[in-house]
């Protein structure tokens, strides 16, 4: 059965029509990276922050000549980031100009159950939904996504995502690069195919989810960025919804990773590649000092180039990158309350999350507020071929990874985490704590898989 099933889902992406790019895959390449603006907070009080979010369809020239339609927060691709302060109060206001209803979910973000944005707050067409929520988490990379029972994938492919960062005094006391769009640079990282006539080409290729052929970052394709020879920080996100990347400078020199998906690691890890799952973040620091003025340098996964980096100019180097970058407090083993299981099957739409397919109506776990416990997620070889893991996210907390197959986990995962990547035949145990009530969403992050039914919800109490 299975290798008839192969055969017959074989004729994939290959088989695809011309997309209007492959002929001229020049004139992308000399876009420069578009850098998002950073959303203005509305609220003058100190404290108080007000932002206006706005689901909107649009319309974007990712090749010359054709128009695409799109969606977009605020605009036509994408959307803004969001910039927000520990200890802060937020309001937020989401209007949906969508003609279908969407919802808009905080990934990473430690908020009560009915602020989340999951397929329990969806917004209607027309509608506005109004959350607020206090920031009390340390400073971290996260980001903001549809999460609408059907079209979550859909709504991510046509470019509503968009990225949220925290600072708090420690990340500000460092002297980290931190001038946006400066030294300090978001990365998004998304893969897109297109059909002849310029429109998205949405395929799921019912393996794996959706691959596009066009590696993009922040809505360009293989855009360039001039870089001064100095330390930048990237905050990258893996965007895509089913790609994993594995990063890497084209000339294989090294950088530092200083963060994980929900904030700075204790100390610098020195990364000559770096594995990034759908949903993941990670911030790292390449030094270009070591560059010559005019030197060119790709940023790859695997063979394909995703941008390059120009490098150029003033050599003055304001910012360090120190020894110590946070104080991370280990939770202990001894004070978990609770096991559970979490077993990931299958692939396509042939997936199952505990052998269930998520309900609605239906909580799976139910968790006492403040109780630690530790998950083990496991997958299973059966049925996995094609696919070679499954990322693995927990709404409205961070945890921390205890082992990898027993292991420790290295360096780079032993910081917080909100998604955290399960290969096949692989038990990673985690450690976590739900500090809010409310009903929270667990699935994987391969957004076909969470739409096919690999997704639970748990009830904190
Ligand atoms: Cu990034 Cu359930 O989400
Ligand atoms: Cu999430
Ligand atoms: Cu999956």
């Known amino acids: 059965f ?17 997309d209007p790019g492959s002929g001229n895959g020049g004139d992308s390449a000399l876009q420069a990276l578009p850098i998002p603006e950073l959303l203005e907070d509305e609220n003058p009080e100190a404290g108080i922050a007000s932002y206006n979010l706005v689901a909107r369809h649009g319309t974007m020239n990712f090749f010359d000549g ?5 969606m977009g927060y605020n605009g036509n691709y994408l959307g803004p980031v969001i910039k927000l302060q520990r200890g802060e109060e937020v309001h937020m206001k989401v209007t949906n100009e969508l003609k279908e209803p969407t919802s808009v979910h905080w990934h990473g973000l430690e908020v009560p159950g009915t ?35 059907g079209t979550t994938a859909t709504q991510v492919y046509y470019g ?39 429109s998205f080409l949405y395929y799921d290729n019912m393996m794996d989810g959706a691959f596009g052929e066009h590696l993009m970052v922040n809505g360009a394709i293989t855009p360039y960025l ?28 090294g950088f530092q990773q200083i963060a994980s998906d929900g904030g700075l690691l204790e100390k610098p890890v020195e990364k000559e590649g770096l594995f990034l799952s759908p949903g993941e973040r990670a911030e790292i620091v390449i030094d270009f000092s070591s560059y010559d003025d005019g030197d060119v340098v790709a940023f790859k996964t695997g063979e394909e180039e995703i941008m390059t980096f120009r490098i150029g100019g003033d050599r003055e180097d304001p ?7 946070a104080v991370i407090e280990k939770m202990e083993e001894s004070s978990a309350t609770g096991i559970k299981t979490i077993e990931l099957d299958g692939m396509g739409h042939m997936v199952t999350l505990n052998g269930r397919q998520f309900d609605m109506d239906r909580i ?22 094609g696919t070679t893991g499954h990322p693995f996210h927990i709404h409205g907390t961070q945890f921390q990874v205890l082992s990898r197959n027993g292991a420790p986990p290295d360096p780079n995962e032993q910081g917080w985490k909100d998604t955290v ?32 039914g690999m997704m639970g919800q748990l009830e904190v109490k």
């Open 2 to 18: 299975l290798i008839g099933f192969w055969v017959f889902f074989s004729g994939g992406p290959s088989d695809l029509p011309e």
């Open 66 to 70: 054709v128009e695409t339609l799109t």
């Open 115 to 149: 602020e989340d944005g999951g397929p329990h707050q969806p917004i209607a067409s027309g509608g506005i939904w109004e959350p607020s929520f206090t920031i009390d988490q340390p400073a971290a990379t996260l980001w903001f996504h549809p999460h609408v029972i």
């Open 160 to 198: 509503l995502a968009g990225m949220l960062i925290i600072e708090d005094e420690n990340s500000q006391s460092l002297g980290l690069p931190s001038e946006y769009g400066v030294n300090d640079i978001p990365l998004i990282l998304q893969d897109r195919s297109f059909n002849d006539n310029g």
């Open 226 to 253: 001039d870089v001064k020879p100095i330390k930048i920080r990237f905050r990258i996100l893996n965007g895509a919804n089913a790609r994993n990347y594995y990063l890497q400078l084209s000339d294989g020199k």
């Open 319 to 325: 910012s360090t990158v120190p020894e110590t970058l």
């Open 364 to 385: 799976d776990d139910n968790v006492v507020l403040d109780d630690v416990e530790i998950w083990e997620i496991t997958t299973t070889g059966r049925m996995m071929m």
């Open 421 to 452: 990547f399960v290969g096949v035949n692989e038990t990673v145990r985690v450690i976590v704590q739900f500090q809010h009530k409310g009903v929270y969403m667990y699935h994987c992050h391969i957004l076909e898989h969470e739409e096919a």
